[in-house]
């Protein structure tokens, strides 16, 4: 059996000094939604080959749940629980997309533990919360020894459960420009709760006179990543947005899209419902244009 | 007769009234106990060796490093099971023979101080494996040259002989002859798992007389109790359940999956043992629904008479019996319906193939044939023009008929729940069939 | 063995506890094999099917998920907190009244996601209540007379809900 040691660090000090490994497998704790069940799974399996020991920091003692507004700017911290998110004034009136998919991701007893942090640096290509953000601009606060650099959400993933985020740098907060449009997300699971995404779609646009002066739309569960479908957005500015002229635009979603059969479904049908997803998250955002 | 009288009416009294649970003030207290929930002083943990093969043959297994890892109090095989076949039908073993016959079969089992122990000592058995091909189809198990399931063959014969259960009835081929037309559809059903909220679970120590005592989810304690009797070679003096209150079963909790191994770690032992499958394994390895395949051939006249019906019946039943043959007969029994049929024909086999075994699983048997055979009915209706309402009220058993196997049928009600159905589903039936009964 | 531990200490159903831990249990390892309190039931170990959930800190939360050291300090509720010697809390009453559990094994679970949620949600609308419950997995299918017990409960059908968080209970 792999050992395991836990460490709570109260600063960055002392979580840089025990991030640096030692020959451990350094495994960062925020909500451990994900975590937890994994290294449970693993103590149940007969131990065949020798593993690292695996340190498990815990992020949760370091103040990262705060949400904080800044001019134009919101700045999410990495260990805010999805529940204590879905309260929160500024998320709800400023962030309808990030709300919507606050709503549907798991049941409230997961999104009551689990944290927006984790679910961005688990890096699944469906996880809920990565096409609001990538639609509102995100970018991300990753710190480490050697100081804070900051990454633009579109370039976090490098494919499924890998970020550019190093093994010693921990990500911190999530800061967003929610802007003057609307925004919406949609999603469609197996089932209405605790369940992952089988396709979703996340839509920012700001209209004049029912004109899209500007458009980004993200699709998940689809590709490698969460992938941001430029043709779409190209095909929605500058039109009056109508139902037609969002289903045509809607179609453009294949052209940036790579679905796959999995356990939750399959490529053709993937490729068909994504369509729908992005025109019914680009209708809502349209009806909830601010300003 | 007057008393008896007096307590059947006070029975009535709770009929439509809401009555409290016996047990339900524990369960909201979470004071009721559990198998999983039994905790017994230096309780030793149990994990064990599966194979990772569909089908293998085990060249060699040594586990005398395990016996010496640390925490650990026996480690068992095969050679260390008084006797080694179980179930209903006692054909499965409880730790693997020299051929594994699907993925996930127990090979060898650990009693240590902690899960941890457990399963490092697992991790030191050394087995060497050959694999083989295994056969996962039932229709290619069935097939010439098909991977061999059993020593004996993959097909179950039926009384030890025949390859086929038949019911005859009539003269099928007579009244297909008589058909306007003839329907015929080919039906699946898959595995399916029980899925408890508590997983199987079993708590076994020796009491202060040196009984063995056995904590079980078992559903049929005396049929467990029965069964592993002759695994351990006890009198049943010597064995004793404990039942109670499980965290569900809907009919997995029939077949044997911890009690037979925890037993006898604590007879190896002398400790209390507790096994407890985690979830994967309950999904994985424990006894399913198992799929069946159904062809059926009808024979149709304009008026909506079924004149003939053949049903051809697979049933994929896994590495071993456990319940299969008991579902395929009920299955056989029910297949044709609620309808009188006169001219039947069901051939019904049994196949092995290389997967866990074929359990009960609410109405076995009955329900996967009772979907194919209701879908048929709809596709008959529509070849002859009918509603489906009309075919089932046209064919339907009454009193006094003979159902498929020959039996008078004193008590039927198929005309009046369809009467009940239409009324419920707001559809209007035509009067002819608003005053048929099920008394002819 | 290998595996290390260290104690634990948390407030358990009000009372200050002390428990071995070690570094990779999770919460509900610790209070089913540590301190021998059986009411969270494992079903999944997962995080999937509610039966472990607890309150912690005011909120409900899968133990299961929650690794057992991130609990120091903290304040976990089981449902054995909830009664007050024989006087039920109001949702377990309903539950009993309603005839909700049938196997039993998704109840402590089921009363403890929907007492946390009653806590914030006084008044809730039926669809409010399945979402609250949709975490909660039954096997033998008893979710309407769930929804409709809490309901019944937030109703004040079986007596005024306890005032304030669940610490005060």
Same mark, same amino acid.
């Given at each position: 059996?792999?050992?395991?040691?836990?460490?709570?660090?109260?600063?960055?000090?002392?979580?840089?000094?025990?991030?640096?490994?030692?020959?451990?497998?350094?495994?960062?704790?925020?909500?451990?939604?994900?975590?937890?069940?994994?290294?449970?799974?693993?103590?149940?399996?007969?131990?065949?080959? =020798? %593993? @690292?020991?695996? &340190?498990?920091?815990?992020?949760?003692?370091?103040?990262?749940?705060? $949400?904080?507004? +800044?001019?134009?700017?919101?700045?999410?911290?990495?260990?805010?629980?999805?529940?204590?998110?879905?309260?929160?004034?500024?998320?709800?009136?400023?962030?309808?997309?990030?709300?919507?998919?606050?709503?549907?991701?798991?049941?409230?007893?997961?999104?009551?533990?689990?944290?927006?942090?984790?679910?961005?640096?688990?890096?699944?290509?469906?996880?809920?919360?990565?096409?609001?953000?990538?639609?509102?601009?995100?970018?991300?606060?990753?710190?480490?020894?050697?100081?804070?650099?900051?990454?633009?959400?579109?370039?976090?993933?490098?494919?499924?459960?890998?970020?550019?985020?190093?093994?010693?740098?921990?990500?911190?907060?999530?800061?967003?420009?929610?802007?003057?449009?609307?925004?919406?997300? =949609? %999603? @469609?699971?197996? &089932?209405?709760?605790?369940?992952?995404?089988?396709?979703?779609?996340? $839509?920012?646009? +700001?209209?004049?006179?029912?004109?899209?002066?500007?458009?980004?739309?993200?699709?998940?569960?689809?590709?490698?990543?969460?992938?941001?479908?430029?043709?779409?957005?190209?095909?929605?500015?500058?039109?009056?947005?109508?139902?037609?002229?969002?289903?045509?635009?809607?179609?453009?979603?294949?052209?940036?899209?790579?679905?796959?059969?999995?356990?939750?479904?399959?490529?053709?049908?993937?490729?068909?419902?994504?369509?729908?997803?992005?025109?019914?998250?680009?209708?809502?955002?349209?009806?909830?244009?601010?300003? | 007769?007057?008393?008896?009288?007096?307590?059947?009416?006070?029975?009535?009294?709770?009929?439509?009234?809401?009555?409290?649970?016996?047990?339900?003030?524990?369960?909201?207290?979470?004071?009721?106990?559990?198998?999983?929930?039994?905790?017994?002083?230096?309780?030793?943990?149990?994990?064990?060796?599966?194979?990772?093969?569909?089908?293998?043959?085990?060249?060699?297994?040594?586990?005398?490093?395990?016996?010496?890892?640390?925490?650990?109090?026996?480690?068992?095989?095969?050679?260390?099971?008084?006797?080694?076949?179980?179930?209903?039908?006692?054909?499965?073993?409880?730790?693997?023979?020299?051929?594994?016959?699907?993925?996930?079969?127990?090979?060898?089992?650990?009693?240590?101080?902690?899960?941890?122990?457990?399963?490092?000592?697992?991790?030191?058995?050394?087995?060497?494996?050959?694999?083989?091909?295994?056969?996962?189809?039932?229709?290619?198990?069935?097939?010439?040259?098909?991977?061999?399931?059993?020593?004996?063959?993959?097909?179950?014969?039926?009384?030890?002989?025949?390859?086929?259960?038949?019911?005859?009835?009539?003269?099928?081929?007579?009244g297909f002859k008589e058909a306007d037309f003839i329907v015929e559809g080919r039906y699946t059903t898959p595995s399916q798992e029980h899925a408890p909220m508590e997983t199987c679970c079993s708590v076994a120590y020796l009491d202060a007389s040196g009984k063995l005592v056995i904590h079980s989810k078992a559903q049929g304690l005396y049929f467990a109790q029965g069964d592993l009797a002759n695994v351990f070679q006890l009198p049943l003096n010597k064995l004793k359940f404990v039942g109670g209150t499980i965290g569900g079963g809907f009919g997995g909790m029939n077949s044997i999956h911890t009690d037979h191994i925890a037993g006898l770690l604590a007879l190896a032992t002398g400790?209390?043992?507790?096994?407890?499958?985690?979830?994967?394994?309950?999904?994985?390895?424990?006894?399913?629904?198992?799929?069946?395949?159904?062809?059926?051939?009808?024979?149709?006249?304009?008026?909506?008479?079924?004149?003939?019906?053949?049903?051809?019946?697979?049933?994929?039943?896994?590495?071993?019996?456990?319940?299969?043959?008991?579902?395929?007969?009920?299955?056989?029994?029910?297949?044709?319906?609620?309808?009188?049929?006169?001219?039947?024909?069901?051939?019904?086999?049994?196949?092995?193939?290389?997967?866990?075994?074929?359990?009960?699983?609410?109405?076995?048997?009955?329900?996967?044939?009772?979907?194919?055979?209701?879908?048929?009915?709809?596709?008959?209706?529509?070849?002859?023009?009918?509603?489906?309402?009309?075919?089932?009220?046209?064919?339907?058993?009454?009193?006094?008929?003979?159902?498929?196997?020959?039996?008078?049928?004193?008590?039927?009600?198929?005309?009046?729940?369809?009467?009940?159905?239409?009324?419920?589903?707001?559809?209007?039936?035509?009067?002819?069939?608003?005053?048929?009964?099920?008394?002819? | 063995?290998?595996?290390?531990?260290?104690?634990?200490?948390?407030?358990?159903?009000?009372?200050?506890?002390?428990?071995?831990?070690?570094?990779?249990?999770?919460?509900?390892?610790?209070?089913?094999?540590?301190?021998?309190?059986?009411?969270?039931?494992?079903?999944?170990?997962?995080?999937?099917?509610?039966?472990?959930?607890?309150?912690?800190?005011?909120?409900?939360?899968?133990?299961?998920?929650?690794?057992?050291?991130?609990?120091?300090?903290?304040?976990?509720?089981?449902?054995?907190?909830?009664?007050?010697?024989?006087?039920?809390?109001?949702?377990?009453?309903?539950?009993?009244?309603?005839?909700?559990?049938?196997?039993?094994?998704?109840?402590?679970?089921?009363?403890?996601?929907?007492?946390?949620?009653?806590?914030?949600?006084?008044?809730?609308?039926?669809?409010?209540?399945?979402?609250?419950?949709?975490?909660?997995?039954?096997?033998?299918?008893?979710?309407?007379?769930?929804?409709?017990?809490?309901?019944?409960?937030?109703?004040?059908?079986?007596?005024?809900?306890?005032?304030?968080?669940?610490?005060?209970?």
């Amino acid at each position: 059996m792999r050992e395991y040691e836990y460490h709570a660090p109260e600063s960055f000090e002392s979580l840089v000094n025990l991030a640096s490994g030692d020959g451990a497998e350094v495994r960062f704790l925020a909500g451990g939604t994900d975590l937890i069940p994994r290294i449970s799974a693993e103590k149940n399996q007969i131990p065949y080959e =020798k %593993k @690292l020991p695996m &340190r498990i920091i815990y992020l949760g003692t370091l103040g990262l749940d705060k $949400v904080t507004e +800044e001019g134009e700017r919101v700045t999410i911290g990495a260990c805010c629980t999805l529940s204590s998110l879905l309260e929160n004034e500024i998320v709800k009136t400023k962030m309808p997309a990030l709300r919507d998919a606050l709503s549907e991701m798991a049941g409230v007893s997961i999104r009551n533990t689990a944290t927006i942090g984790g679910n961005i640096m688990n890096a699944s290509p469906a996880a809920d919360s990565v096409p609001p953000l990538l639609v509102l601009d995100a970018v991300c606060a990753l710190r480490s020894a050697s100081g804070e650099r900051r990454v633009s959400l579109a370039e976090y993933f490098t494919g499924p459960g890998k970020t550019v985020a190093k093994p010693d740098e921990v990500l911190v907060s999530i800061t967003v420009k929610p802007g003057p449009g609307g925004s919406s997300f =949609k %999603k @469609l699971g197996r &089932r209405k709760a605790e369940t992952l995404s089988v396709v979703n779609a996340a $839509v920012y646009l +700001e209209l004049r006179d029912g004109f899209c002066q500007s458009a980004r739309v993200a699709v998940g569960s689809a590709a490698p990543t969460v992938v941001r479908c430029v043709d779409v957005e190209q095909a929605l500015v500058g039109k009056k947005i109508d139902e037609g002229v969002v289903r045509e635009a809607s179609l453009l979603v294949t052209k940036a899209i790579s679905p796959i059969d999995d356990i939750r479904s399959s490529a053709w049908y993937r490729a068909r419902v994504a369509p729908i997803m992005v025109a019914r998250a680009v209708l809502t955002a349209a009806g909830r244009k601010r300003g | 007769m007057d008393l008896c009288r007096k307590e059947v009416s006070k029975m009535f009294n709770s009929v439509g009234k809401r009555v409290p649970r016996y047990d339900g003030i524990g369960h909201v207290t979470g004071r009721t106990q559990y198998v999983s929930d039994v905790r017994m002083p230096d309780m030793l943990t149990c994990k064990t060796l599966r194979c990772p093969y569909h089908k293998a043959r085990i060249k060699s297994i040594d586990v005398s490093e395990a016996r010496k890892s640390s925490g650990v109090y026996a480690v068992i095989t095969k050679d260390n099971v008084p006797h080694n076949l179980f179930a209903m039908v006692p054909d499965h073993h409880v730790l693997a023979e020299e051929i594994t016959r699907y993925k996930g079969q127990n090979i060898a089992a650990v009693a240590a101080v902690s899960r941890e122990a457990a399963l490092d000592a697992l991790a030191k058995i050394k087995i060497e494996y050959e694999e083989l091909k295994p056969v996962i189809d039932p229709e290619e198990a069935i097939a010439d040259g098909a991977p061999q399931v059993r020593p004996e063959g993959n097909n179950h014969l039926f009384d030890g002989t025949s390859l086929v259960r038949k019911i005859r009835r009539g003269n099928v081929e007579e009244g297909f002859k008589e058909a306007d037309f003839i329907v015929e559809g080919r039906y699946t059903t898959p595995s399916q798992e029980h899925a408890p909220m508590e997983t199987c679970c079993s708590v076994a120590y020796l009491d202060a007389s040196g009984k063995l005592v056995i904590h079980s989810k078992a559903q049929g304690l005396y049929f467990a109790q029965g069964d592993l009797a002759n695994v351990f070679q006890l009198p049943l003096n010597k064995l004793k359940f404990v039942g109670g209150t499980i965290g569900g079963g809907f009919g997995g909790m029939n077949s044997i999956h911890t009690d037979h191994i925890a037993g006898l770690l604590a007879l190896a032992t002398g400790k209390p043992v507790r096994f407890a499958l985690t979830r994967e394994e309950e999904t994985l390895f424990s006894t399913i629904r198992s799929p069946w395949i159904f062809k059926i051939k009808d024979g149709i006249r304009k008026d909506g008479v079924i004149t003939a019906r053949h049903v051809e019946v697979l049933h994929d039943c896994g590495a071993y019996t456990e319940l299969g043959l008991y579902a395929v007969e009920k299955n056989a029994n029910l297949i044709a319906g609620a309808n009188l049929i006169k001219n039947l024909a069901v051939d019904s086999r049994m196949v092995y193939t290389n997967k866990m075994p074929s359990g009960s699983m609410r109405g076995f048997g009955v329900n996967v044939g009772q979907y194919a055979e209701q879908v048929q009915l709809d596709r008959l209706a529509r070849a002859v023009g009918i509603s489906p309402m009309e075919i089932r009220f046209i064919n339907a058993f009454h009193v006094g008929d003979k159902n498929h196997t020959g039996n008078e049928l004193a008590s039927v009600s198929t005309i009046e729940t369809l009467q009940k159905v239409a009324a419920m589903s707001g559809q209007k039936l035509p009067e002819k069939y608003l005053a048929m009964s099920s008394d002819k | 063995m290998s595996v290390m531990s260290r104690i634990l200490k948390f407030y358990l159903n009000g009372n200050l506890v002390h428990v071995a831990a070690g570094e990779a249990d999770t919460l509900l390892d610790v209070l089913r094999d540590g301190l021998g309190l059986t009411s969270p039931k494992c079903g999944c170990n997962h995080g999937d099917c509610g039966a472990c959930t607890v309150i912690l800190n005011g909120y409900s939360a899968k133990s299961c998920t929650i690794l057992a050291l991130t609990a120091e300090g903290k304040n976990v509720w089981t449902v054995d907190g909830l009664a007050n010697g024989d006087k039920l809390h109001p949702v377990q009453r309903a539950f009993h009244e309603y005839g909700a559990p049938q196997c039993g094994y998704c109840t402590p679970g089921m009363v403890m996601a929907a007492v946390a949620f009653l806590n914030h949600y006084p008044s809730p609308t039926e669809s409010e209540v399945k979402e609250a419950l949709s975490g909660n997995l039954c096997r033998c299918g008893g979710y309407k007379k769930y929804v409709q017990a809490v309901m019944a409960a937030a109703r004040g059908e079986f007596g005024p809900l306890p005032e304030g968080s669940v610490e005060n209970v």
